[in-house]
């Protein structure tokens, strides 16, 4: 299992963006798929975006698309999500997650959770 941790969560007003950043502490890392998943109050863990190991291949829930933005650094052993144009229905826990399957966009694929970081956006 990779131990991630997350940060970079906040409270924000529509419009405004955030930068998420997840660390990992598994060496191959650079083997892994990255995911970042969302949980609203009440609601199922929701897949936002994923990035493959290679970096070849990105995936965007519809929601998300041409506003987040998902990234990794290889060396560092991080992955980001670059949030833009935040909107209200983006609130919610945001957690890191890692997946030894390529391309891999569903909660079930992924074996290694962070704890999460809360993101607020006020109307």
């Known amino acids: 299992q990779v131990q991630l941790v997350e940060s970079g969560g906040g409270l924000v007003q529509a419009g405004d963006s955030l930068r998420l950043s997840c660390a990992a502490s598994?060496?191959?890392?650079?083997?892994?798929?990255m995911g970042w998943f969302r949980q609203a109050p009440g609601k199922e863990r929701e897949f936002v975006a994923a990035?493959?190991?290679?970096?070849?291949?990105?995936s965007y829930t519809d929601s998300v698309k041409g506003r987040f933005a998902i990234s990794r650094d290889n060396a560092k052993k991080a992955v980001y999500l670059q949030m833009n144009s935040l909107r209200p229905e983006d609130t919610a826990v945001y957690y890191c997650?890692?997946?030894?399957?390529?391309?891999?966009?569903?909660?079930?694929?992924?074996?290694?959770w962070g704890q999460g970081t809360q993101v607020t956006v006020s109307s």
């Open positions: 990035i493959s190991w290679g970096r070849s291949v990105t």
């Open positions: 997650a890692a997946a030894d399957k390529f391309d891999a966009t569903t909660k079930d694929e992924y074996g290694s």
């Open positions: 598994e060496r191959t890392f650079s083997r892994y798929t």
